[in-house]
């Protein structure tokens, strides 16, 4: 470097912050010196290393002064290290570079250019990551890269850190104003060290103290990810301190955002930016410190978490950031006790609002916790909700908006604002987020109680994972209820010890219903039966009732079987009465759709009893309003379902017994006084149900005081009961799994052949390629050689070389060609070098020719009359049953169908008229048969294939593989678009 360099003034100042960095070091000191402006000073703060980067930084002081170096005695963290950079900068612009990081030799000079010209405090430019693979380009780089061209004032702060965005501060993909760092510097505590995440808090400063950002989109910066040690796991206690201490750095920056929201033009965004900016860096801590296996260190990590940020921000910053750890969160939360505290507020929430059975419950609840002088409010989490239903005066929220970060803020509000004081979740059983509301709640301080709508073994029947998600989700709750005792023992020997069980409340028909119904009288000659229920196979086997009307048939009993029930996805009253019809049971079973109200009390009156074919229910409402209006049931068994249990009025047979069941309802015609033993015990039995003291029972749970006959200690028959249950629902499923594997392996058969299939046609593209370049080949070198044989009878030397400079056909000795005398001319032309390259392209050629005769092609076409008529060769064995003209949009493919007829053997004709002309670059398809079997093929065009056309129209092959006829005005007139 001469003298003259080092008196200029620095423009830019490169600080370096380094500790332990030996091994890249100098990597990153060579990309600093080797910049392209000369105008820069490198500032080296050494933040107390024990190995060789000191020596390794004084080698290069020796050999460019531009490089400065300061030692602290101590560690005193990147944080520190970069101050006393700044503060000891003399340049009026600061690049940063980390010790195992490098620049581009461009990055002083474009960065400093674009802040002088557009007078810039924050200049950012583009980045690359590397991998220890070296590979880059990843969505993180993508991310990183700026996404605005200008920003002044106030609003460059809330455009870098974005509301509800990931903070990313880095330092180093920016240059800054010398005074705009110093000014962010000193809005931070002096003497404060921070090891984790202590760029964010300057980076953040920085941009409010700015008033002008521009970028470019140049890489100036390449990071390397990992190669220092920077990403440390959480291994360790020290460790988890270290990842925690992320979440202190930024807060450093609380007192400034405060102080600086009263003078800000709009302090509503900066606040908004400043708090996803700490949501973000509590992800960041929650990905290290919550990543261990350890319990222990978990729970230390989210102890640390919990005080820097509280328990709400913890549960918002996992969701937004990091929702992987979610479900341990839930594993690990202890939740707020019930009875703690008086209950006056009570809400309730469900996926949406029907007419289905558990919006029914729900409605029940909240009218009954009504009835005990709580308040209680009804939030869903879906649309479609018939709000006529709400009891009057009832808050209803639809939860609904956004993604679940902001649906879990919708939901804080919500508990707000009501004053919640306990939640009762009832989609326990068939959602995988209501865990993240039940740990919102908890961080508020309310418990959840969550209600378990089927018997436990349902997902096992449902062939899903959601028992493990279950497992590890239900610690969250304050309680679990569940529909039977069976519930009970299945969850506590699963380990959740905090589950009781209870009924549901009856429905509004049965409790509306005034007086006590009157015994029914033995049905007559005809039996009136009656199903209840969605029309779905899966759980409601609506299709087992052909199997149960063709044997009640079978054993000669007269009845009608009316199916009441809306139609399903999968199944519909249509396709049931098709059933029927087909097994010839149309005049006995008939599916009238959903019925509601008086309708279906009618229905209910009318029947002589009821039919259930349910594989699996938590509890069965329907056989409860059966019973209220005095109907026998016969069902397929469930045994855990309470309202089955010690109920005289149900008769029951093994799940699939058609047989079985069909003559449990023949026996009853033959015997009048056990079908009225039978209806008196379905009224009792319904009596029963309607004395319980639901009101009361919902007033204990709230408060955490239901008797433990509620919550029985599981048994050894309980757990036998569990296992053949569980076993049987599996069983059930067997072939269902095998068909799915069987499934898999089809898919992953057809996938390989698709594989096979695109190769195969990569490689036959290849080979079209290799024949027409052939083809052009050959045509050149046949003008080559009529063009040289006159040049050179001539003895046109000119001629001959600037003809014959074409790079296939080099290295020709033209002018011994000119001077060979003339008989012996014609024999070196054609034992000359062009006659053995023109002979090497005809053995090419004739090898193309060959495998292209093996193609359907086309070979020539005309307009005669204004008709379209193209020619058509299919080789030995193959023949055109069908073609047409297809041209390829973008919102989808044109086609014109062509008339086929055949000429002579191996050709065809193909027509269509092209009366409205103007058509341009059809590609031609045809329907070609060989051996059985039948392709449609896109056809190539053969080089050589003859055109011509009639007084108006014309038609020309474009590029071997379209088509194109038009009016022949001269010219092609414009193509209009089709």
């Known amino acids: 470097m001469n003298s003259d ?198 980076a953040f400063l920085a941009a409010l103290v700015a008033r002008r950002y521009r970028s470019i989109p140049d890489k100036l910066y390449r990071y390397f990810w990992r190669r220092g040690a920077s990403t440390l796991e959480a291994t360790a206690q020290e460790a988890i301190a270290f990842q925690v201490s992320a979440i202190d750095a930024f807060r450093a920056t609380d007192d400034a955002v405060r102080e600086a929201a009263y003078r800000h033009t709009n302090p509503e965004a900066l606040l908004a930016s400043h708090a996803a900016a700490t949501l973000s860096i509590a992800g960041i801590a929650m990905r290290w410190a919550l990543g261990t296996s350890d319990h222990h260190l978990f729970d230390l990590a989210v102890g640390e978490i919990r005080d820097r940020v509280g328990s709400i921000d913890m549960i918002r910053a996992a969701v937004r950031h990091q929702p992987a750890v979610l479900e341990r969160l839930a594993e690990a939360t202890e939740p707020p006790r019930l009875g703690e505290r008086e209950v006056k507020s009570v809400l309730i929430t469900t996926a949406n609002l029907t007419t289905g059975g558990v919006s029914m419950v729900v409605l029940a609840q909240a009218a009954f916790l009504a009835q005990h002088g709580h308040k209680v409010s009804i939030a869903v989490r879906r649309s479609g909700n018939d709000s006529t239903l709400l009891p009057e005066d009832t808050p209803f929220y639809e939860v609904i908006n956004g993604d679940l970060a902001d649906r879990l803020d919708t939901w804080a509000d919500i508990c707000r604002r009501e004053q919640v004081d306990v939640v009762i979740d009832h989609r326990i059983l068939y959602s995988t987020d209501w865990h993240a509301y039940a740990l919102m709640a908890a961080a508020l301080g309310i418990p959840t109680i969550g209600w378990i709508h089927n018997f436990a073994g349902r997902p096992t029947y449902d062939l899903n994972d959601m028992h493990g998600y279950l497992k590890r989700s239900l610690p969250s709750l304050a309680h679990v209820v569940a529909l039977s005792p069976l519930d009970v023992a299945f969850w506590k020997l699963r380990g959740i010890s905090h589950v009781s069980y209870l009924p549901n409340p009856p429905s509004p028909m049965i409790l509306n219903q005034g007086a006590d119904v009157p015994r029914r009288h033995a049905p007559g000659d005809r039996l009136e039966l009656v199903w209840i229920g969605r029309l779905e196979q899966h759980t409601k086997q609506v299709r087992e009732l052909i199997a149960i009307a063709s044997e009640l048939r079978t054993l000669e009993v007269e009845f009608r079987l009316r199916v009441i029930g809306p139609d399903q996805p999968g199944y519909s009253a249509a396709r049931l009465n098709a059933a029927a019809e087909k097994a010839g049971l149309a005049s006995y079973l008939e599916a009238v759709g959903a019925l509601r109200g008086s309708e279906l009390v009618a229905a209910l009156d009318g029947a002589d009893a009821f039919v259930g074919t349910s594989v699996i229910e938590g509890y069965q409402l329907t056989i409860i309003e059966a019973q209220s209006r005095g109907l026998p049931v016969f069902m397929y068994e469930m045994p855990w379902l309470v309202p089955v249990q010690d109920n005289q009025g149900v008769v029951s047979v093994p799940q699939g017994d058609a047989l079985g069941l069909a003559r449990q309802m023949a026996a009853i015609l033959r015997d009048p006084e056990r079908y009225n033993q039978l209806s008196s015990a379905s009224l009792a039995a319904a009596r029963r149900l309607l004395d319980v003291d639901y009101a009361a029972l919902y007033v204990k749970l709230v ?188 919102d989808g493919t044109i086609e014109l169908p062509l008339e086929v007829s055949r000429k002579g053997p191996g050709l065809y004709s193909a027509s269509h008229d092209v009366t409205e002309g103007g058509k341009r670059r059809w590609r031609v398809a045809a329907r070609v048969r060989s051996k059985g079997r039948e392709k449609t093929l896109e056809l190539p065009i053969e080089t050589r294939a003859s055109s011509s056309g009639d007084a108006h129209m014309n038609i020309r092959f474009n590029d071997g593989e379209t088509v194109q006829f038009f009016r022949s005005s001269g010219r092609a007139s414009k193509s209009a678009r089709v």
């Open 5 to 202: 360099t080092t008196q200029v003034s620095a423009l830019v100042t490169i600080i370096v912050p380094v500790f332990n960095d030996e091994e890249t070091i100098a990597a990153a000191l060579d990309s600093a010196v080797d910049q392209t402006l000369t105008q820069i000073e490198i500032i080296v703060v050494d933040d107390a290393s024990s190995d060789k980067t000191p020596e390794i930084v004084a080698s290069y002081m020796k050999r460019d002064p531009r490089i400065r170096l300061i030692r602290h005695p101590e560690n005193m963290s990147a944080f520190q290290a970069r101050r006393a950079g700044i503060f000891a900068a003399n340049a009026p612009y600061v690049l940063f570079l980390d010790g195992d990081d490098e620049l581009d030799r461009n990055a002083a000079a474009r960065s400093a250019a674009t802040a002088e010209a557009h007078e810039a405090d924050i200049v950012q430019f583009g980045i690359q990551i590397f991998y220890p693979n070296g590979k880059s380009g990843d969505a993180w780089e993508q991310r990183s890269q700026p996404k605005h061209t200008e920003l002044l004032g106030d609003d460059i702060l809330p455009a870098l850190f974005p509301p509800n965005g990931r903070a990313a501060g880095q330092l180093w993909k920016y240059l800054f104003r010398t005074e705009v760092l110093r000014s962010a510097y000193d809005l931070t505590p002096r003497g404060a060290r921070f090891y984790r995440a202590n760029d964010l808090p300057i």
């Open 703 to 890: 408060n955490g005081a239901l008797d433990t006959a509620y919550s029985p200690e599981p048994s050894l028959q309980d757990a036998s009961q569990l296992l053949d249950l569980t076993i049987f629902f599996a069983e059930r499923h067997s072939g269902i799994r095998e068909k799915l594997h069987k499934a898999e392996r089809t898919g992953r058969a057809a996938l390989e052949r698709v594989e096979k299939m695109e190769r195969k046609e990569a490689y036959l593209r290849r080979q079209l390629s290799r024949i027409e370049k052939l083809e052009r080949k050959e045509a050149y070198l046949r003008q080559q050689l009529s063009i040289a044989r006159r040049n050179a009878d001539r003895g046109d030397t000119k001629g001959s070389a600037t003809t014959l400079s074409a790079p296939d056909v080099t290295g020709l000795d033209v002018a011994g060609v000119r001077d060979t005398p003339a008989p012996a001319r014609s024999e070196l032309l054609k034992r000359g070098p062009i006659a053995k390259l023109l002979m090497r392209a005809r053995r090419n050629l004739g090898a193309a020719l060959r495998l292209r005769a093996r193609r359907t092609r086309v070979v020539g076409g005309t307009i005669r009359d204004s008709r379209l008529i193209l020619d058509i060769r299919a080789p030995h064995g193959h023949e055109v049953v069908g073609a047409e003209l297809r041209r390829h949009l973008a």
